[in-house]
Protein backbone atom coordinates (compact mmCIF):
# COMPACT_ATOMS: atom_id res chain seq x y z
CA UNK A 1 0.00 0.00 0.00
CA UNK A 2 0.82 3.24 -1.03
CA UNK A 3 0.67 6.78 1.08
CA UNK A 4 0.15 9.85 -1.81
CA UNK A 5 0.27 13.31 -1.12
CA UNK A 6 -0.67 16.90 -2.44
CA UNK A 7 2.36 16.86 -4.22
CA UNK A 8 1.48 14.00 -6.46
CA UNK A 9 -1.47 15.51 -8.06
CA UNK A 10 0.03 15.22 -11.71
CA UNK A 11 -2.70 17.12 -13.47
CA UNK A 12 -6.25 18.59 -13.76
CA UNK A 13 -7.69 19.01 -16.94
CA UNK A 14 -11.34 20.00 -17.76
CA UNK A 15 -12.67 19.95 -21.24
CA UNK A 16 -8.80 20.83 -22.50
CA UNK A 17 -8.07 23.32 -19.50
CA UNK A 18 -5.64 23.01 -17.50
CA UNK A 19 -6.71 23.97 -14.25
CA UNK A 20 -4.18 22.98 -11.80
CA UNK A 21 -1.25 24.75 -12.73
CA UNK A 22 -0.57 26.78 -9.85
CA UNK A 23 -4.00 27.28 -8.76
CA UNK A 24 -5.79 24.54 -7.46
CA UNK A 25 -6.06 24.42 -3.63
CA UNK A 26 -8.11 21.47 -3.26
CA UNK A 27 -10.33 18.96 -5.44
CA UNK A 28 -13.32 16.60 -3.89
CA UNK A 29 -14.57 13.82 -5.59
CA UNK A 30 -17.58 12.43 -3.92
CA UNK A 31 -19.81 9.66 -5.14
CA UNK A 32 -23.30 8.52 -3.20
CA UNK A 33 -25.33 6.15 -3.46
CA UNK A 34 -29.00 7.49 -2.93
CA UNK A 35 -30.55 6.05 -0.39
CA UNK A 36 -34.86 6.33 0.96
CA UNK A 37 -35.41 5.98 4.95
CA UNK A 38 -37.12 2.31 5.06
CA UNK A 39 -37.72 1.27 8.83
CA UNK A 40 -41.24 0.75 9.56
CA UNK A 41 -43.42 0.39 12.54
CA UNK A 42 -41.52 -1.96 14.92
CA UNK A 43 -38.05 -0.96 14.01
CA UNK A 44 -35.82 -0.21 16.68
CA UNK A 45 -33.63 1.28 14.45
CA UNK A 46 -33.41 3.59 11.44
CA UNK A 47 -32.74 1.95 8.17
CA UNK A 48 -31.52 3.58 4.65
CA UNK A 49 -32.38 1.26 1.36
CA UNK A 50 -30.60 1.82 -1.50
CA UNK A 51 -32.96 3.54 -4.48
CA UNK A 52 -30.27 2.62 -6.96
CA UNK A 53 -29.50 5.84 -8.16
CA UNK A 54 -25.93 7.09 -7.59
CA UNK A 55 -24.75 10.72 -7.74
CA UNK A 56 -21.31 12.32 -8.05
CA UNK A 57 -20.17 15.51 -7.44
CA UNK A 58 -16.76 17.35 -7.45
CA UNK A 59 -15.96 20.52 -5.87
CA UNK A 60 -13.28 22.54 -6.65
CA UNK A 61 -11.19 25.50 -4.30
CA UNK A 62 -8.87 27.58 -6.58
CA UNK A 63 -7.27 30.80 -7.07
CA UNK A 64 -8.51 33.41 -8.83
CA UNK A 65 -6.25 33.37 -12.27
CA UNK A 66 -7.11 35.66 -15.54
CA UNK A 67 -4.04 33.77 -17.60
CA UNK A 68 -5.42 32.65 -21.21
CA UNK A 69 -6.50 28.66 -20.52
CA UNK A 70 -6.82 29.63 -17.02
CA UNK A 71 -9.52 28.40 -14.60
CA UNK A 72 -11.33 31.99 -14.83
CA UNK A 73 -11.59 31.11 -18.57
CA UNK A 74 -13.14 28.01 -18.28
CA UNK A 75 -15.61 28.76 -15.80
CA UNK A 76 -16.92 32.20 -17.02
CA UNK A 77 -15.17 33.71 -19.78
CA UNK A 78 -18.58 32.49 -22.11
CA UNK A 79 -20.71 31.91 -19.07
CA UNK A 80 -24.09 30.66 -21.05
CA UNK A 81 -21.61 28.07 -21.91
CA UNK A 82 -20.01 27.29 -18.79
CA UNK A 83 -22.61 27.18 -16.30
CA UNK A 84 -24.30 23.89 -17.58
CA UNK A 85 -21.71 23.04 -20.00
CA UNK A 86 -21.05 18.88 -19.95
CA UNK A 87 -17.52 18.34 -20.37
CA UNK A 88 -14.69 15.45 -19.84
CA UNK A 89 -12.33 15.53 -16.82
CA UNK A 90 -9.32 13.79 -15.79
CA UNK A 91 -7.01 13.84 -12.77
CA UNK A 92 -4.15 12.48 -11.90
CA UNK A 93 -3.35 11.73 -8.26
CA UNK A 94 -0.84 9.51 -7.91
CA UNK A 95 1.89 11.44 -10.16
CA UNK A 96 2.96 12.05 -13.41
CA UNK A 97 4.64 8.99 -14.53
CA UNK A 98 4.07 6.15 -16.43
CA UNK A 99 1.53 3.33 -14.80
CA UNK A 100 -0.07 5.25 -12.33
CA UNK A 101 -3.68 6.11 -11.63
CA UNK A 102 -5.58 8.71 -12.87
CA UNK A 103 -9.20 9.35 -12.79
CA UNK A 104 -11.77 10.26 -16.09
CA UNK A 105 -15.14 11.79 -15.29
CA UNK A 106 -17.48 12.44 -18.13
CA UNK A 107 -19.62 14.42 -18.72
CA UNK A 108 -18.85 16.55 -15.77
CA UNK A 109 -21.26 19.28 -15.66
CA UNK A 110 -20.74 22.61 -14.29
CA UNK A 111 -23.43 23.84 -12.06
CA UNK A 112 -22.25 27.30 -10.13
CA UNK A 113 -18.92 29.23 -10.31
CA UNK A 114 -18.09 31.57 -7.76
CA UNK A 115 -15.76 34.21 -7.69
CA UNK A 116 -14.75 35.08 -3.86
CA UNK A 117 -13.31 38.54 -3.23
CA UNK A 118 -12.52 39.05 0.89
CA UNK A 119 -10.71 41.79 2.26
CA UNK A 120 -6.79 40.63 3.38
CA UNK A 121 -6.68 37.51 1.16
CA UNK A 122 -6.09 36.31 -2.65
CA UNK A 123 -9.15 36.21 -4.72
CA UNK A 124 -10.92 32.55 -4.56
CA UNK A 125 -12.83 30.48 -6.92
CA UNK A 126 -15.12 27.62 -6.49
CA UNK A 127 -16.48 25.66 -8.73
CA UNK A 128 -19.23 22.25 -8.45
CA UNK A 129 -19.96 19.81 -11.22
CA UNK A 130 -21.97 17.22 -11.04
CA UNK A 131 -22.12 14.24 -13.13
CA UNK A 132 -24.40 13.34 -15.98
CA UNK A 133 -27.10 15.93 -18.32
CA UNK A 134 -30.54 14.67 -18.96
CA UNK A 135 -29.89 14.10 -22.76
CA UNK A 136 -26.56 13.37 -22.32
CA UNK A 137 -24.05 10.20 -22.72
CA UNK A 138 -24.23 8.04 -19.39
CA UNK A 139 -21.84 9.15 -16.74
CA UNK A 140 -18.76 7.50 -16.96
CA UNK A 141 -16.71 8.01 -13.97
CA UNK A 142 -13.38 5.58 -14.04
CA UNK A 143 -9.83 5.05 -13.46
CA UNK A 144 -7.32 4.06 -15.45
CA UNK A 145 -3.30 4.50 -16.13
CA UNK A 146 -1.39 6.66 -16.97
CA UNK A 147 0.33 4.95 -20.54
CA UNK A 148 1.96 8.29 -21.49
CA UNK A 149 2.54 11.42 -18.91
CA UNK A 150 1.22 14.91 -19.23
CA UNK A 151 4.30 16.51 -20.98
CA UNK A 152 5.74 17.79 -24.11
CA UNK A 153 6.50 16.52 -27.37
CA UNK A 154 8.47 17.94 -30.53
CA UNK A 155 8.26 14.46 -32.78
CA UNK A 156 6.30 11.96 -34.05
CA UNK A 157 6.82 8.95 -30.80
CA UNK A 158 5.50 5.93 -29.09
CA UNK A 159 6.11 4.83 -25.15
CA UNK A 160 6.39 1.07 -26.49
CA UNK A 161 9.55 1.33 -24.48
CA UNK A 162 7.48 1.53 -21.29
CA UNK A 163 4.36 0.00 -22.09
CA UNK A 164 2.12 -0.86 -19.22
CA UNK A 165 1.49 -4.48 -18.01
CA UNK A 166 -2.26 -5.04 -17.56
CA UNK A 167 -1.47 -8.65 -16.44
CA UNK A 168 -3.61 -10.32 -19.34
CA UNK A 169 -5.55 -9.55 -22.26
CA UNK A 170 -9.08 -8.70 -22.54
CA UNK A 171 -11.99 -9.52 -24.90
CA UNK A 172 -13.84 -6.58 -23.87
CA UNK A 173 -12.44 -3.30 -24.65
CA UNK A 174 -11.45 0.09 -23.05
CA UNK A 175 -11.35 3.64 -22.56
CA UNK A 176 -8.51 5.84 -24.44
CA UNK A 177 -8.49 9.54 -22.79
CA UNK A 178 -6.41 11.91 -24.20
CA UNK A 179 -5.71 15.48 -22.49
CA UNK A 180 -3.88 17.88 -25.14
CA UNK A 181 -3.08 21.43 -22.79
CA UNK A 182 -1.01 22.84 -25.48
CA UNK A 183 -0.58 22.66 -29.28
CA UNK A 184 2.47 25.13 -30.07
CA UNK A 185 1.97 26.61 -33.75
CA UNK A 186 -0.77 23.65 -34.55
CA UNK A 187 -2.66 23.80 -37.92
CA UNK A 188 -5.55 21.79 -38.73
CA UNK A 189 -4.96 17.79 -38.36
CA UNK A 190 -1.18 17.77 -37.09
CA UNK A 191 -1.36 15.75 -33.95
CA UNK A 192 -3.03 12.16 -34.34
CA UNK A 193 -2.81 9.68 -30.99
CA UNK A 194 -3.24 6.14 -31.14
CA UNK A 195 -3.85 3.12 -28.64
CA UNK A 196 -0.95 0.45 -29.40
CA UNK A 197 -1.01 -3.19 -27.99
CA UNK A 198 0.85 -5.70 -27.64
CA UNK A 199 0.84 -9.51 -26.53
CA UNK A 200 4.09 -10.16 -25.76
CA UNK A 201 5.63 -6.39 -25.26
CA UNK A 202 7.89 -7.22 -28.46
CA UNK A 203 5.67 -6.62 -31.59
CA UNK A 204 2.86 -4.25 -31.26
CA UNK A 205 -0.08 -3.03 -33.44
CA UNK A 206 -2.20 0.02 -33.44
CA UNK A 207 -5.93 -0.68 -31.63
CA UNK A 208 -8.47 -0.37 -34.29
CA UNK A 209 -11.13 1.01 -32.41
CA UNK A 210 -9.24 2.80 -30.61
CA UNK A 211 -7.45 4.68 -33.47
CA UNK A 212 -6.41 8.07 -35.13
CA UNK A 213 -7.53 10.31 -31.54
CA UNK A 214 -7.22 13.36 -34.19
CA UNK A 215 -6.67 16.95 -32.68
CA UNK A 216 -8.36 18.49 -35.23
CA UNK A 217 -10.13 20.65 -33.84
CA UNK A 218 -8.89 21.78 -30.45
CA UNK A 219 -11.28 22.68 -28.29
CA UNK A 220 -12.68 25.24 -31.14
CA UNK A 221 -10.60 28.12 -30.83
CA UNK A 222 -8.01 27.34 -28.26
CA UNK A 223 -5.01 24.82 -28.07
CA UNK A 224 -6.24 22.52 -25.32
CA UNK A 225 -8.64 19.35 -25.95
CA UNK A 226 -9.85 16.26 -23.96
CA UNK A 227 -11.84 13.36 -25.74
CA UNK A 228 -12.78 10.01 -24.33
CA UNK A 229 -12.86 6.99 -26.89
CA UNK A 230 -14.33 3.77 -26.38
CA UNK A 231 -13.89 0.34 -28.45
CA UNK A 232 -15.58 -3.41 -27.49
CA UNK A 233 -12.78 -4.72 -28.89
CA UNK A 234 -10.03 -6.86 -27.24
CA UNK A 235 -7.00 -5.41 -25.72
CA UNK A 236 -3.50 -7.50 -25.79
CA UNK A 237 -1.78 -7.26 -22.20
CA UNK A 238 0.57 -4.78 -22.96
CA UNK A 239 -0.85 -1.38 -23.94
CA UNK A 240 1.16 1.74 -25.12
CA UNK A 241 0.33 5.39 -26.69
CA UNK A 242 1.67 6.38 -30.29
CA UNK A 243 1.47 9.88 -31.56
CA UNK A 244 2.17 11.34 -35.00
CA UNK A 245 3.74 14.56 -35.68
CA UNK A 246 1.90 15.29 -39.40
CA UNK A 247 1.32 18.11 -41.23
CA UNK A 248 0.50 21.06 -39.63
CA UNK A 249 1.95 19.98 -36.30
CA UNK A 250 3.60 23.06 -35.51
CA UNK A 251 6.81 22.90 -33.07
CA UNK A 252 5.47 21.12 -29.67
CA UNK A 253 2.24 19.62 -27.97
CA UNK A 254 1.62 18.92 -24.67
CA UNK A 255 -0.46 16.21 -24.17
CA UNK A 256 -0.81 13.25 -21.53
CA UNK A 257 -3.18 9.53 -22.92
CA UNK A 258 -4.72 7.02 -20.23
CA UNK A 259 -6.12 3.74 -20.79
CA UNK A 260 -8.88 1.96 -18.39
CA UNK A 261 -9.44 -1.74 -19.67
CA UNK A 262 -13.20 -3.13 -19.60
CA UNK B 1 9.88 -21.80 -42.89
CA UNK B 2 6.49 -20.61 -42.85
CA UNK B 3 5.62 -16.98 -44.30
CA UNK B 4 3.37 -14.92 -42.89
CA UNK B 5 1.65 -11.29 -44.20
CA UNK B 6 0.71 -8.62 -42.01
CA UNK B 7 -3.01 -7.94 -41.76
CA UNK B 8 -2.35 -4.60 -39.99
CA UNK B 9 0.39 -2.17 -39.57
CA UNK B 10 3.10 -3.75 -36.82
CA UNK B 11 5.76 -2.49 -34.93
CA UNK B 12 8.73 -4.93 -33.91
CA UNK B 13 11.85 -4.69 -32.11
CA UNK B 14 15.41 -5.34 -34.55
CA UNK B 15 17.74 -4.78 -31.76
CA UNK B 16 19.26 -8.56 -30.47
CA UNK B 17 20.23 -7.16 -26.89
CA UNK B 18 16.98 -5.16 -26.69
CA UNK B 19 14.84 -8.12 -27.39
CA UNK B 20 17.00 -10.49 -24.77
CA UNK B 21 16.32 -7.52 -22.02
CA UNK B 22 12.45 -7.65 -22.83
CA UNK B 23 11.94 -11.49 -22.77
CA UNK B 24 14.11 -10.89 -19.66
CA UNK B 25 11.03 -8.54 -18.24
CA UNK B 26 13.00 -5.41 -18.75
CA UNK B 27 11.68 -2.01 -19.92
CA UNK B 28 13.59 -1.20 -22.55
CA UNK B 29 13.52 3.04 -23.88
CA UNK B 30 11.63 2.91 -27.28
CA UNK B 31 15.29 4.43 -29.10
CA UNK B 32 17.17 1.13 -27.74
CA UNK B 33 14.47 -1.30 -29.52
CA UNK B 34 15.82 -0.21 -32.94
CA UNK B 35 11.65 -0.43 -34.34
CA UNK B 36 10.74 -1.62 -37.37
CA UNK B 37 7.71 -0.93 -39.32
CA UNK B 38 5.49 -3.44 -41.55
CA UNK B 39 2.75 -2.19 -43.54
CA UNK B 40 -0.57 -3.79 -44.14
CA UNK B 41 -0.60 -6.56 -46.68
CA UNK B 42 3.35 -6.61 -46.58
CA UNK B 43 5.10 -10.04 -45.88
CA UNK B 44 7.03 -10.71 -42.58
CA UNK B 45 10.77 -9.87 -42.74
CA UNK B 46 13.07 -12.39 -40.60
CA UNK B 47 13.44 -9.97 -38.02
CA UNK B 48 9.93 -10.06 -36.63
CA UNK B 49 10.04 -11.90 -33.18
CA UNK B 50 9.60 -15.77 -33.56
CA UNK B 51 7.61 -15.85 -30.07
CA UNK B 52 5.57 -12.84 -31.34
CA UNK B 53 4.24 -15.00 -34.46
CA UNK B 54 1.97 -18.04 -32.77
CA UNK B 55 -0.18 -15.28 -31.20
CA UNK B 56 -0.77 -12.85 -33.86
CA UNK B 57 -1.86 -15.58 -35.87
CA UNK B 58 -4.13 -16.72 -33.68
CA UNK B 59 -5.90 -12.94 -33.38
CA UNK B 60 -5.56 -12.84 -36.75
CA UNK B 61 -3.04 -9.95 -36.45
CA UNK B 62 -1.02 -11.90 -39.43
CA UNK B 63 -2.03 -14.47 -41.99
CA UNK B 64 -0.13 -17.84 -42.89
CA UNK B 65 0.86 -17.42 -46.79
CA UNK B 66 2.31 -20.04 -49.45
CA UNK B 67 5.65 -19.48 -51.16
CA UNK B 68 4.10 -18.67 -54.61
CA UNK B 69 2.18 -15.75 -53.06
CA UNK B 70 4.89 -14.57 -51.52
CA UNK B 71 6.97 -14.94 -55.14
CA UNK B 72 3.97 -13.00 -56.84
Given at each position: ?????????????????????????????KEETITEESHT???????????????????????YDDATLGIDECFSTNQSAAIGAA???????????TGVQFVGWQPA??????????????????AT?????????????EQGRIIKPLAGVTATGNTTGAAIDFSASNVSGGAAWLAITSL??????????????????????????LLSVSASTPNGVVNSWLQRVVSTAPVQRYVAARWVAGTGFGTSAQFMVGFAPK | M???????????????????????????PMKQRGLRRVAPGEILPDGVPRESLGWMLIKGWIEEVADEQVRV
Open positions: MSKFGSDQVAFCVLGGYDILSGVLISLTDLGDAWVEHSPVGVRRAELTIDAFRALVYGVEGNTQVIDYERVLSRGSLHRVKLRNGQRTGAPTVIVGFEATGLVVDIMHSADNLTFSTHAG | SNYRAQRALWYPTDRAAIRRIRAGERV
